[in-house]
């Protein structure tokens, strides 16, 4: 219907498949190398490799991926087009700048003639540098994702302009809410690329505090995943009812569940900071405390996706307390991938909980099983709800039947199946202390109780999970090219049925932005004015000791740096008195 915003989510969606591709390479070659099955690179060069690996997989696949559901969600939802083509065709434009400036970067390290490197992982914070271009291209990458949030506000104002009675359509208020946070977390993150890492990787500074850019990381590093998880969100609330032949049970709820995510997604960073020093424990158990809100959302998405698959079970004539499972559409690629992404994301929460209980997660810190939960959490809730989605979304918006249903129906089966044993291994082996982030993890003849096996063993179930998710990758990949060759048919679009429970029965004040914004803004504020102020008390907003600046940016920093000071100075003397 809108050919011009078709054009922007295909191109979108093949930006994050070519990301996909360069993720998964990297993906099985550091798999191979780091269980000795193969080792086709320099252990030298193992960063390199998981540097493009997680950067190509979590910011590049998953953001291009959501940019274009997105589109698709508000135009089509709206049911009308974006505001201005030009603006969109500039965001994306930007979005596909910087990535490349950024991959370029990375790429570059294996090439020991060009003097530029960027392992600095895809969590980047200081004491790691990268060459200024890395810096450059994410910055650059994140204002286009800025201005597409700002083009889908604009798109969705003028709609409100002409239906100022009618409620946000709910895609379009899952879009809303979702940039909103985005909004508010990739702050943080901007602020610590502009006013810190490129300015002293340019060398125009010669420190920083690195506890303050990892506290600056990791704001916007846990609501990050929320973003990666939306898109899935909103395929298994909006899409996942319809393939199953059912309806979506409740508008309301699936919107108090963007809201609560706006609220509380940016709260918790600091349970990714646990170990780290310099942080009071107070600071810690407060957030340990909002993750564990966090349960809320992810229970009450269960209990509705389910209920509106159930019930598209039981009006296709499913009975009994179980047998409706049998009255599914389990040969839909997309349904069954979507469903068993969904089953992945309920371990990935179990996993999660250990990572969130500040005790616990001592056992576990930085070992491989923090991989291990992000493969079924990002890795497959999000990344296969993505692919599945893709074989419901694609022919859609261009017009052309998926090559082989079966493929697809094979590959998200082996998807599963290859991320049970690589993640399940990958847990196991965090369990005996494994570290992550390490090219050549030896422990030769280390035993482990029978029920996981030895080290050995559990190195030989992750590099045969590796394999098949690459493997199952590739078919997704070679899937969809072999659908771009199909002819073009007419009729594929598909409408989405109106929820058991609608809209018109969630409270109006569910739809007021503004209160959800200042409510999370005073979330943020409670939970980061004090550690950030008392970072930066201690360890200085540039580090210990005045940092030395060239001549012209010193009035700059020395400005910032009062104005911070003075700001926080106030907090921190109130965080003293407290501690007292
Ligand atoms: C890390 C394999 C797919 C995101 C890793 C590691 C392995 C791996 C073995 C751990 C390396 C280490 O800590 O030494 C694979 C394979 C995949 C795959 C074989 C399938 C082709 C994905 C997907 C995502 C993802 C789909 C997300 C969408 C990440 C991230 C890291 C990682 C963020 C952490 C990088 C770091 O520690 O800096 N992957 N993965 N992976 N993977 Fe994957």
Do not use: C
Not at 37 to 45: G, L, N
Not at 399 to 408: A, L
Request: no cysteine; hydrophobic share 55%.
């Amino acid at each position: 219907k809108f050919p011009d915003e078709a054009r922007v989510v295909r191109a979108a969606f093949m930006s994050s498949f070519f990301a996909l591709f360069l993720g998964a390479i990297f993906g099985i070659i550091q798999t191979l190398h780091r269980t000795d099955v193969a080792r086709i690179i320099p252990s030298t060069d193992y960063y390199t490799v998981l540097t493009a690996h997680g950067v190509f997989m979590v910011i590049s696949f998953t953001i291009f991926f959501l940019v274009g559901l997105f589109t698709w969600a508000l135009t089509r939802s709206l049911d009308r087009p974006l505001i201005n083509i030009k603006i969109t065709w500039t965001w994306y434009g930007l979005m596909a700048a910087g990535m490349t400036l950024t991959g370029i970067s990375i790429l570059a390290g294996f090439v020991d003639s060009i003097d530029m490197s960027a392992d600095v992982l895809y969590t980047f914070y200081a004491p790691l540098q990268a060459h200024p271009l890395f810096y450059a291209g994410l910055a650059v990458f994140i204002v286009g994702t800025w201005i597409a949030g700002a083009d889908w506000f604009r798109t969705f104002l003028a709609w409100r302009r002409e239906h100022p009675d009618e409620r946000i359509p709910l895609q379009t208020f899952m879009v809303l809410t979702t940039m909103t946070m985005w909004y508010i977390a990739s702050s943080a993150v901007a602020a610590s690329v502009l006013l810190f890492l490129l300015p002293w990787s340019l060398g125009f500074i010669d420190q920083v505090n690195p506890t303050l850019t990892r506290t600056l990381f990791w704001f916007f590093g846990h609501p990050v995943v929320y973003f990666w998880l939306m898109p899935a969100y909103m395929l298994w609330y909006t899409v996942l009812p319809k393939i199953a032949g059912g309806r979506l049970f409740s508008d309301p709820l699936a919107r108090v569940v963007f809201v609560l995510f706006v609220l509380l997604s940016t709260p918790v960073g600091i349970h990714h900071q646990y170990l780290d020093p310099g942080i009071a424990e107070g600071f810690k158990f407060i957030s340990m405390t909002n993750t564990m809100f966090l349960l809320l959302p992810s229970l009450l998405t269960a209990f509705t996706v389910v209920a509106s698959v159930e019930y598209g079970a039981r009006k296709n004539g499913g009975t009994g307390l179980l047998g409706w499972l049998t009255n599914l559409p389990w040969r839909k690629p997309a349904f069954t991938g979507m469903m068993l992404a969904g089953l992945m994301f309920a371990a990935g929460g179990f996993s999660g909980m250990v990572n969130a209980g500040m005790n616990i997660n001592y056992l576990i810190h930085n070992t491989l099983w923090v991989p291990g939960h992000f493969h079924l959490t990002v890795g497959t809730a999000v990344a296969l709800t993505m692919m599945a989605g893709t074989y419901w979304i694609w022919p859609q918006i261009s017009n052309k039947p998926i090559y082989s249903s079966q493929i697809g129906l094979f590959q998200v089966v082996l998807w599963f199946i290859g991320m049970a044993l690589m993640s399940n291994a990958m847990h196991a082996q965090g369990l005996l202390g494994v570290p992550r982030r390490t090219a050549e993890p030896e422990y030769s003849g280390f035993d482990y109780p029978t029920m996981f096996g030895g080290f050995e063993e559990l190195n030989i179930q992750i590099a045969i999970g590796g394999t098949l998710l690459f493997v199952s990758t590739i078919l997704f990949l070679g899937n969809l090219v072999l659908t771009m060759g199909n002819p073009k048919v007419s009729g594929l679009a598909e409408p989405l049925p109106s929820p058991v429970s609608g809209a018109e029965d969630a409270p109006k004040v569910l739809d007021n932005l503004r209160l959800w914004v200042s409510i999370a803004l005073t979330l943020v504020v409670l939970a980061y004015a004090l550690p950030i102020a008392a970072i930066i008390n201690r360890g200085g907003l540039l580090g210990p000791g005045v940092g030395t600046y060239p001549v012209w940016v010193a009035p700059l920093f020395d400005a910032l740096a009062n104005a911070a000071a003075t700001l926080l100075g106030a907090v921190g003397d109130a965080s003293a008195a407290l501690a007292e």
